[in-house]
């Protein structure tokens, strides 16, 4: 009852009360209870200053007209100041249990790499001005949205001059089976080959790409054991090791006692075969082999040649030494390093990396280099595997190490609009550190993730170099400053720079298709890269709501300007083209794709109505109707001394095309039959004697004509209604007709009195 009282207390304080010398006192027409006089003066109330309120009366009354008023959800300092220092208002929400949003974050498989749900939002100390504004704007339309989840706002009940920063459906490039899918179409958008940038990945619940993947670790084991041959006898020291893994491997070998000698020789040549059957079905040379040909190595022959290949590799098994081998290895390898763009990224190890196929920061990230190993991690979990949600991706067994430590780039890059495609690009960046010595010896999350969200809860090792921070980040500055150190300095703006953009642009090209684009809209991404040992960039992963916590003195500083200067080319470029646009640089606009205009389910079609003419009766004969069909009929010889009766009535048209016919002119194609009217026709049978020198016919042809001229002509109609007059002609000559036809006067005369009989 007392918190009730309270909070009557306070609306009341700000709406039924007058406010004088920061005290509330009654109105005089407010009809407020005694018992609530007296919790009144127990409840410390805000002291209201009236020329504060009229300030923020003033100020909203401003924001609202020019539509300023914002909202945001999340830990974003940064944004609220920036907006407030340009005269916006935010609408402040309620701020949903934290625990509880963590538990949702965790169970929905979000593509959010947002590390601020691990961070205790603080309830900022707002400003009393602050606070009363946003009390009163808490009614009106929010014109500017700032949220951590892109399933806090519904895009499709925006108004369109609300400004929101996610767009709807970016999944299809910022979960890892979208990215490992679509960039398999990149050819149908560029030129550019997705292996030269992208490690190669399958999704293991798919049966298709299973299979795929078991053949591409099949043909790796082979490379990476041709690999071994050379570099054991180059004596190659793996890079990154503390110590030489030869070392490591002949102590093994002391170590192991084999059951049973094994013929190494047979297994690199079965290596050689594979290798070069794989160079003929990029050359399509393989088309002309018989498919009862059988395939180079059967099952049972590629599990002892995997067998074989972990003994050697992994356990440091005793090869045969032969000059004429490494020679081999040397040329199959020197021949597939100009068709693989990733074989010197492979390594020796055959690793991979199990990915969730829609989870971020590291969460269920494991590294295996064992193919049984694989496939039983991914077996273990059926409805991921329903859902196609494991992702299989080759591991960077070689790349580029600071002090013999692993890192990635954190990179950030602006979409602002899918229509055309525009997409911003940050000049600054930072690395991330793993807090153990990089090998491959473990296969641990500690060595080979250089996630923060993971790394911050582990304690650097001892064995780990100095120079690098605690804090396990570095800018680019710093960066750059050691490869200066290195004489590799100008590689970052000839290599790493140009390849990550063009990584960043080829993979928004092949989702630009499935995005939903909204104008008034924009979002943040943030990729992460690796750096090989020729410090080109290969592109890991993209994710959606990069993570802006301050969490280091690098990401503080970085974390902050990126958000600044966001809202630069998000609202400042908006109002002026020329606008400062902080450290984006705008690195892709497409063409302008033009949208036909939706026109709705109602379709109008409009045209008028074409009159069919009276049709005429057919032609018939005194023993058989008229044929049916309208196609050409080859003539018969006609019956001897039988009257063929004549049409009832011929029209001058009619009888101008009958003279055409009989000067010699072929008459065109009859037309299809056409619907007759429903209007009532007197079908009057004419019958008429006539004195015939010859027996006449006419022809079929020249009837059906004579039927369809009668149906063409507009005058039928007319003579439908007329008096019908008795043919006039005495005589007829067609091309058909052997002789003439003459009708006498008494004739005409027994038809007139037929006719009024």
Known sequence: ????????????????????????????????????????????????????????????????????????????????????????IEQRVHRPNQH???????????????????????EEELDELYDLMSRLVRNEMVYFYWTNSRHAIKTDILQKEQIANHFAKAGSFTTKVGLCVNLRNLHWFDSADPDTFFPRCYRLGAQDEKHAFIEDYRRTACTSLLKYIVEREQGVQGEGMSHNIWAVQDKRRCSRQRSKP????????????????????????????????????????????????????????????????????????????????????????????????????????????????????????????????????????????????????????????????????????YLRFSTQPYSLDTLDSSVHLCNNSIQKHLRPSQQRHRGIPAGNMWS????????????????????????????????????????????????????????????????????????????????????????????????????????????????????AVEVPQYVGVNLLVEGFKIKTPCQLPPLRSSNRSAPKHRGPVKEKEPAAEKVKPLPKMVSKSAETQLKKTSSGVLPPPPLPPEPPLPVPVQTITLRLPMTVNKSIHLPISTQSYAVSLWKRRPEVSKLCSDKLHPCTTEKYQGPSLPSEVTISKQSRQAVTSTLSA
């Open 1 to 88: 009852m007392e918190a009730t009282g309270s909070t009557q207390s306070v609306q009341l304080g700000l709406k039924g009360h007058q406010v004088t010398d920061g005290s509330c006192t009654p109105c005089p027409d407010s009809a407020t209870p005694p018992e609530v006089k007296v919790r009144h003066s127990s409840v410390s109330l805000p002291v209201l200053n009236p020329e504060r309120l009229r300030t923020a009366k003033a100020l909203v009354e401003k924001a609202v007209k020019m539509h300023r008023v914002f909202s945001v959800q999340g830990p974003y300092p940064v944004i609220r100041k920036a907006l407030r220092a340009r005269g916006w």
């Open 100 to 122: 509880a949003r963590r538990r949702h974050n965790d169970a929905s498989d979000s593509d959010d790499d947002d590390d601020n749900s691990d961070e205790v939002e603080k």
């Open 476 to 591: 680019d500055d710093q960066f750059r400053t050691f490869l200066s150190s290195q004489g590799r300095e100008a590689q970052w703006q000839t290599v790493v720079v140009p390849g990550m953009k063009n990584a960043i642009i080829h993979a928004l090209q092949t989702a630009q298709d499935l995005m939903e684009s909204r104008k008034n809209t924009f979002e943040l991404y943030g990729a992460d890269f690796m750096l090989g040992r020729d410090l080109h960039p290969w592109l890991i992963e993209i994710n959606a709501s990069p993570t802006m916590a301050p969490s280091t003195p690098v990401t503080a500083r970085l974390c902050t300007a990126v958000q600044e200067d966001t809202l630069r080319v998000v609202l400042d470029r908006r109002a002026d083209r020329t606008a400062n646009t902080g450290d984006f640089q705008l690195i892709y606009r497409q063409a």
């Open 262 to 429: 094994m013929v190494f020789s047979q297994m690199i040549d079965s290596a050689l075969k594979v290798c070069q059957q794989f160079l003929e079905s990029l050359e399509h040379s393989d088309i002309d082999i018989s498919l009862e040909t059988p395939q180079t190595l059967t099952r049972d022959e590629w599990a002892r040649f995997i067998d074989s290949y972990y003994l050697v590799v992994h356990d440091g098994a005793e090869i045969e030494r032969s000059d004429h081998l490494v020679k081999c290895c040397k040329a199959m390898l020197q021949r597939l390093s100009e068709v693989s763009p990733q074989l010197d990224i492979d390594g020796i190890h055959n690793v991979w990396i199990i990915k969730p196929g829609a989870k971020s920061r590291g969460r269920g990230i494991k590294c295996a280099k064992r193919l049984d190993q694989i496939l039983s991690l991914v077996n273990g979990d059926p409805i991921l595997i329903k859902e196609n949600k494991w992702v299989v991706q080759k591991y960077l067994e070689r790349p580029l190490l600071v002090h013999g430590t692993k890192f990635d780039v954190r990179q950030w890059f602006l979409v602002t609009d899918w229509n055309p495609l525009t997409v911003w690009f940050y000049k600054k960046c």
